[in-house]
Structure formats: structure tokens, C-alpha cells
């Protein structure tokens, strides 16, 4: 029991922070990120680059990721998305553009750092136990502590900064915020940067637990869409507490049913469809976003 | 005739001429004979997003056509491999079952409107991957393999389909059955727009509200409308299991799910023949850039990420001049 516990805690921490960056896009640009999981991957691939394979200390490598990711985001909101939604087209074509970004951020990452599964060496040693009730190795505590730490310097950077309150009055009302002398342009560009960042870290932190190929982005991506919906789309607090019940499900479902495979993610996906025919707006969502 | 202008009986009448005469011409001159299975693929794939810009019609964006073509597939091929029946039978079977399932799903997530009904189209793309992998049935990851050729059908004596297991050359069998399979689904999907219903499906895009305010029956029709989708894509997914010979989980990804909303956009939601063109850009596209090696998928995405951002309402508006950015 205190195993599945923590090792709900340990998923949702994870996945909560995913689900950060997808929804803060999606809040301030009505944009779906299908690039999201390929922006994970990347984020891996770069800490993988400089700690694995150059010897940069951990700590900063993790950094590298978020820059490399953050200018990234920028970019890609700068000369793609801002102009595609100034453009007079439907909406949808937003989502065509990112589905056209995720195959191009995955031939990107074939291309340069090729489709092997690769790993780093354990950033600590030793497995934290208690009374062979409790088994979890330090480093997916430190993971795990680093993920509620950063999620708790978001939540701060939202509530307490000028940007932050810049990003929320976008979230509420484009227009408003607009008329109340917000720079549009220039916070939508740091809000896609910043969950692009979001995703780099997850990838920077998990690369040294599981490790990372380029296969993980589009099921990345179909996870964190999930949990988007389960809290209501673009809303913060939402996208923490689906991540942290989307990880406690999957800890108890791979628990109680490890020897039926993936049967756990088929449950998750049917309660999931069963929960949004009757609540379509998710857990804290408003009607129709 | 039919209140066609002679002009477009005109144009249907090359594009038949060039699907059944032009292309066998072509290929027996060049002697590219996999520019059949090419275009087979294309024709496939192109009954698929029929459907999906169908439910794009009525407002909704569609990213579980994966979904329903895998459907279509399992189900033919395990009506034609365990219980025995012709494959004929088994493909409007495959595409009721389909609407069936797609009825079922319909009638709780077609209230999600948006983003939120993409995301579970999605999802449920996943779904049925993950249950053709849990189900006894359906063989698990192995899948099914060694699903017969097509047999014949003869109706009092006369053959009316012959067998394509005693056929010499069943890539051009299948390249006819498949380019007729597509023509009837475009004439349906044409009807069906300058029809009654599409008129109510036009005044759904534009606003439900005010359409259901008016007297459209809007939780009927979009149900309707989702059912004959999916009915397109079972079709697509089954013929496709029949020419590949076998089915597996991951016939039907994620990946193409998001393929065939591509094809739709690609080719314009505003134009019947789109989700058509779309599809034959698409994939030919990707074909003809297999020379650049592992360039592909760059080429292929810069490409697309072009085309999206100068021509956001696809490739047909071009010819039509209907853009937006005029």
C-alpha cells in the first residue's frame, strides 16, 4: 500500500508537470500542442547530450535543456503559431500547424541525436528502504522532489510575478488584457516558451530514470492531452491535480493488475471517455473552454 | 443532366477516363508496377477522409477515423478468417459495424464540442488499439494473418465478381475495386452535401445554437453524420486489411488518425474533392521523397508546415481563389 502511494505520488508529480506546460499553451493561445511530447523528447535528448555523454554536471545539463527549449518554444510561437492565428483562417488550422511541428520536431531528433534508446548513469546510488514495505531508489526520490519543487516555483511565478499576472489576465480574457495595456505578442511568446520549457525539464529530469527514444513523444503527447481534459482545459490547478490522479491511478492499475499488461492504460482511457460524457468540461473546467 | 453543367460532367468524365484508362497506360508504359499499390493506398485512405471531413462538416474535428478504419478491418477479417464468410459480405458488414460503435461512442462525446472533441477522438484512437491488443479474439500483438484473398460471386451461375485468388494480376484487381469503392463514396458524400441534410450539417458549422433554435433536430443529425464517418472508415480499414492480407494492432495508429485530418485540411474542408487531393498529395508526396533517404520525414514536414502557413485553407483554394487572405 505505502509502495503504490509513493509511487502514485512519484508518477503524478511527473505527469502533473507535463500537463503544466500543454495547458498553460493551450490557456493563453487556444492552441493544442501536438509537439508537446516531441518537446519532451527533446528536452531528454539535450540533458542526455551534455550529462551522459559530456560530463556537464547534472544540475546543469537540466539547464540546457530548459534554455534549448525555451528558445525553442519561443521560436516556434514567434514565426509559426503567432502568424497563423493572426491569419484570417479557420481555428483549427492552429492544430494542423502543430501536428506538422511534431513531425518536424521528430525528424529533427531522428536526425540529430538518431532513434537508439539511450541512458545516463544514475545521478545517486542506493535504494531508500523501509521495512521492505517501502522500496523506492534515491533518485527517483530526488526526481520526484525536483518536480514538486519546480511545480511549486511555477505556481509562485503565477501568482506572484508581473509576468505571471500578465499570463493569467491572458488566460482569462485576450481582449481585456489587451485593452488593459498587456503586450499580447510579446507575453504569448514568453507563455508558449515557458511550457515548451515545462516540457524540456520533465525530459531533462526523467532521462536519467527512464531514459528516453524518440518513440516516447506521441505517447507522451496522447497522455498529457489526457490529462488536460480529466482537470478542463487551461486551467493550472486543474492540469496539477489530473496529473497527480492520472499517476495514482496508474499505480494502483499497474499494482492490482500487472499480469494483464496493458489493461491498466485501456481502464484508464474508458473511465476517462465514461468521466467527460458526463462532466465534458473536465474537473475545474469551464463549458466549452 | 442531373442539374450538372456539361463542364463538370465534363471533368468527371476525364477523372474517369484517367483513373481506369490513363493510369494502367501509364504504368504499363513506365513499367512502375508499385505505382499501383500506391494508388490503391491512396484510394483507400481517401474513403477514410471522406468520413473525416464529413464530421468536419458539421463542426467537429475528427481525429478518430484510425479508430473506426481498425474496427472495420477486425471485424472483416475475422468474419472472412473464423467465420467464413466471402469478403464481400464481410465489407458492408465491417462498415455497419463501424456505425454501430460509432453510434454508441456518439451519443455521450458527440456533446463535446472544439478541442475537447479532438482530444477524445484521439483518445479513443488508443482505445481501440489498446483493446485489439487485450481481446482473445482479435489474436493480441500477432494480430491476424493469412486473411484469404477475395473469393468470387456468381448470382445464378453468372460470375459477377471473379476470384481474385485465381487471378494473375490481383495489384490491378484491387487498384479497380478500390478506385470504384472511392468513386461511389465521393458520389455518396456529394449527394449527401447538396442534399436536405447537408443544408442542416452547413447551418450546424456555422452555429448549433441557432440551428437547433430554428427547429434542426441537431443530437440526430450528428449522430447520422458521425454513424456514415465511421461507416467510411470501417469501409477503408477492411479493404485495407484484405489487400495487406492481415491485421495488427498497429495497423491503425495514433499517427494516422492524425494523417487523415491532415489529408482533409490539406486539401481544403471547404471542397468535397479535398479530402481526395489531399490524400494523393500526401502520400505521394511522402513516396516521391523516399529517394532523400533519411531527409524524408524532414523534407515532408517542412513541406506541410509551408503549406499550412500560406495556404491555411488548403490546396483546392488555390484553384477557387475562396482564401481568405485575398
Known sequence: ?289 | MFGFTSKQLARVGIFLFMIFIGVPLIVGATGRWDFYFTLTSVALLAIASAGVWLTFYIGRINIGQGAFALIGAYVSAILVVKAGWSFWISLPAAGLFAAVVAILIGLPILRLRGVYFAMITLVLTQVVTLTALALPITNGARGISNIPLPSGISVFGIPILPDFAAMENTKLAFYYTACILMIITYAALYRLVNSRLGHLCRSMQQNEELASSIGVNISYIRIVIFAISSFFGGIGGAMFGSIAQSVYPSSFQVADSVNFMLNCFLGGLGYVFGPMLGTLVLYFGWDLLFEFGKYQMLIYSTILIVIIRFLPNGLLSIRFGKGGDK
Open chain 1, 1 to 289: 500500500m505505502e509502495q503504490i502511494l509513493a509511487n502514485g505520488v512519484y508518477l503524478g508529480s511527473q505527469y502533473a508537470m507535463i500537463a503544466l506546460g500543454l495547458t498553460l499553451i493551450f490557456a493563453l493561445m487556444n492552441v493544442l500542442n501536438f509537439a508537446h511530447g516531441q518537446m519532451y523528447v527533446i528536452g531528454g535528448f539535450v540533458t542526455y547530450t551534455f550529462y551522459g555523454q559530456w560530463g556537464v554536471p547534472f544540475v546543469l545539463a537540466l539547464v540546457m535543456s530548459c534554455v534549448t527549449l525555451a528558445i525553442l518554444g519561443a521560436l516556434i510561437e514567434r514565426y509559426l503559431f503567432a502568424p497563423v492565428i493572426k491569419g484570417p483562417a479557420r481555428e483549427e488550422s492552429t492544430m494542423l500547424l502543430a501536428a506538422g511541428i511534431a513531425f518536424f520536431l521528430d525528424a529533427v531528433i531522428l536526425l540529430v541525436f538518431g532513434e537508439k534508446q539511450s541512458g545516463v548513469p544514475k545521478i545517486v546510488d542506493g535504494v531508500f528502504n523501509y521495512d521492505f514495505r517501502l522500496i523506492m531508489p534515491y533518485d527517483r526520490i530526488l526526481i520526484c522532489v525536483l518536480a514538486i519543487l519546480s511545480i511549486v516555483a511555477f505556481i509562485g511565478l503565477m501568482q506572484y510575478t508581473k509576468t505571471g499576472r500578465a499570463l493569467r489576465a491572458l488566460a482569462q480574457d485576450r481582449t481585456a488584457a489587451q485593452l488593459m495595456g498587456v503586450n499580447v505578442d510579446r507575453y504569448s511568446m514568453i507563455g508558449f516558451a515557458l511550457g515548451a520549457m515545462l516540457a524540456g525539464l520533465v525530459g531533462g529530469l526523467l532521462v536519467t530514470i527512464t531514459g528516453v527514444n524518440l518513440g516516447m513523444g506521441g505517447a507522451t503527447s496522447i497522455k498529457a492531452f489526457m490529462m488536460v481534459m480529466i482537470g478542463g482545459a487551461g486551467v493550472i490547478s486543474g492540469a496539477i491535480w489530473d496529473g497527480i490522479i492520472l499517476g495514482f491511478m496508474e499505480a494502483i492499475g499497474l499494482a492490482l493488475l500487472y499480469q494483464y499488461g496493458d489493461i491498466t492504460y485501456l481502464l484508464i482511457f474508458v473511465s476517462l471517455m465514461i468521466f467527460l460524457a458526463i462532466r465534458p468540461q473536465g474537473l475545474m473546467g469551464k463549458p466549452w473552454g
